[in-house]
């Protein structure tokens, strides 16, 4: 199975600085893409950002980038200027197809609180 | 926007119990999917659908069934619900071609079951 490895359950940051949220996977596949969801304590699940294996530069939304490392397996997701409003459960993904579908597999998720 | 829409937020059921979990999407989407969450083991694929009527199996689908009558909706069934089903449900929907930055998993808000 496809295993995606977030190995930070939690973590705290200082408003308005920086963070780093970590993300390995396994993969066999020469295309994948990666993506990462935000989970406010409402429950819903927000898209914030996607990377292409083969996509040359980083990704970047705003203040979200995407640090690729293809040869390492990681796609870390950098948070710049921390507001209040980040402080949620944040959770990586990357896609594999089966049976008709292309599904996403997540790891586990690391709970940002961000410390005014 | 894509809308999911969960028919229900909160549910407390019995052990023993029918229970239905309901699911809309208004975007004409071929594939859905439900999920559940638990803290400290991420989302894992319950069941997902690439078409009416059809039906494949997750990670975890021991337990539960699905239905897929019609193609907005998809339905997740537990036939005799037991304590070790109280979690968070998370219905999700999208386009049969692969995953991108433009076509991404959406979800809906969740339904958080309490089996007592």
């Known amino acids: 199975a496809q295993k995606i490895t977030q190995t930070q359950p939690g973590m705290f940051v200082q408003e308005k600085e920086a963070v780093t949220l970590d993300c390995t996977y396994d993969t066999s596949d020469p295309s994948y893409g990666l993506f990462w969801y935000k989970q406010p304590s409402s429950g819903e699940m927000i898209f914030l950002i996607y990377?292409?294996?083969?996509?040359?530069q980083n990704a970047t939304e705003g203040r979200y980038s995407l640090n690729f490392q293809k040869a390492r397996k990681s796609a870390n997701l950098v948070i710049s200027a921390s507001q209040l409003g980040d402080s949620a459960m944040y959770f990586c993904a990357r896609d594999h197809s089966g049976a008709g579908s292309y599904q996403l597999t997540f790891g586990k998720g690391t709970k940002l609180s961000v410390i005014p | 926007d894509v809308k999911v829409t969960q028919s229900s937020r909160y549910l407390v059921k019995r052990t023993g119990e029918k229970v239905f979990l309901e699911c809309v999407q208004d975007m004409d989407h071929e594939n859905m999917f439900w999920y559940r969450q638990d803290p400290g083991l991420g989302l894992r694929l319950i069941y997902f659908s690439y078409d009416v009527k059809m039906k494949e199996k997750g990670d975890i689908p021991e337990g539960y069934s699905v239905s897929r009558e019609k193609k907005e909706r998809f339905s997740l069934i537990l036939e005799s619900a037991s304590t070790n089903q109280t979690s968070m449900y998370l219905c999700a929907s999208s386009q049969p071609r692969q995953l991108s930055s433009g076509n991404t998993i959406y979800f809906g808000e969740g339904s958080w079951l309490t089996v007592v």
């Open positions: 990377q292409g294996s083969y996509d040359q």
